[in-house]
T-cell receptor
Framework: EAGVVQSPRYKIIEKKQPVAFWCNPISGHNTLYWYRQNLGQGPELLIR????????DSQLPKDRFSAERLKGVDSTLKIQPAELGDSAVYLC?????????????FGSGTQLSVL | GIQVEQSPPDLILQEGANSTLRCNFSDSVNNLQWFHQNPWGQLINLFY???GTKQNGRLSATTVATERYSLLYISSSQTTDSGVYFC??????????????FGKGTLLTVNP
């Protein structure tokens, strides 16, 4: 079974440029998350999708970040314009419920460097 | 929100040694997960452990929810155990991992 696939693996851009990350969740997983992980920290939730609906985007900096999940499958996360402080690893996760519990599967992440 | 403290922040072991990692959390929880992030950044779920003890090979985890802590035991450590170990209770109750709150993790290095 294929895991959560993210691309690109690495991205280096100059500040004020736009950037986009792509995520393909595990087939059949309705719930999708985007997390941001700063160096030396644990991941922090940015947005959660249930199918194509963003059920919680309260921690997404909406002035420059946007996300979409077309047809409730693949998702993209965009930053425009990028700032130096956006340098981080952006992780996508999908999940399913088993026995009343939700199990998350993470992708390998996109490491963003803003110069 | 819930506060998560993990200790120790760093741990260096010789291959074959045992270790215990601790996670303290500020609120009562009814589920908690442990993750391992390998040196290449991949996060893998190790345990879903709201209470009690679970074992998976050389790893086991115990959560004492009433005292707000969880422990991860690694026995006979191997170099492949290296990486960062995170505990993550969710913000809400129930079986959902909605808004998992990750600690800062314990960086484990196992030397051959």
């Amino acid at each position: 079974e294929a895991g959560v696939v993210q691309s690109p693996r690495y991205k280096i851009i100059e500040k004020k440029q736009p950037v986009a990350f792509w995520c393909n969740p595990i087939s059949g997983h309705n719930t999708l998350y985007w997390y941001r992980q700063n160096l030396g920290q644990g991941p922090e939730l940015l947005i959660r999708y249930e199918n194509e609906e963003a059920v919680d985007d309260s921690q997404l900096p909406k002035d420059r970040f946007s996300a979409e999940r077309l047809k409730g499958v693949d998702s993209t996360l965009k930053i425009q314009p990028a700032e130096l402080g956006d340098s981080a690893v952006y992780l996508c996760a999908s999940s399913f419920f088993s026995g009343g519990n939700e199990k998350l599967f993470f992708g390998s992440g996109t490491q963003l460097s803003v110069l | 929100g819930i506060q998560v403290e993990q200790s120790p922040p760093d741990l260096i072991l010789q291959e074959g040694a045992n270790s215990t990692l601790r996670c303290n959390f500020s609120d009562s929880v009814n589920n908690l997960q442990w993750f391992h992030q390998n040196p290449w950044g991949q996060l893998i779920n190790l345990f879903y452990i709201p209470s009690g003890t679970k074992q998976n090979g050389r790893l086991s985890a115990t959560t004492v929810a009433t005292e707000r802590y969880s422990l991860l035991y690694i026995s006979s450590s191997q170099t492949t155990d290296s990486g960062v170990y995170f505990c993550a209770p969710p913000l809400n109750s129930g079986g959902s991992n909605y808004k998992l709150t990750f600690g800062k993790g314990t960086l484990l290095t196992v030397n051959p």
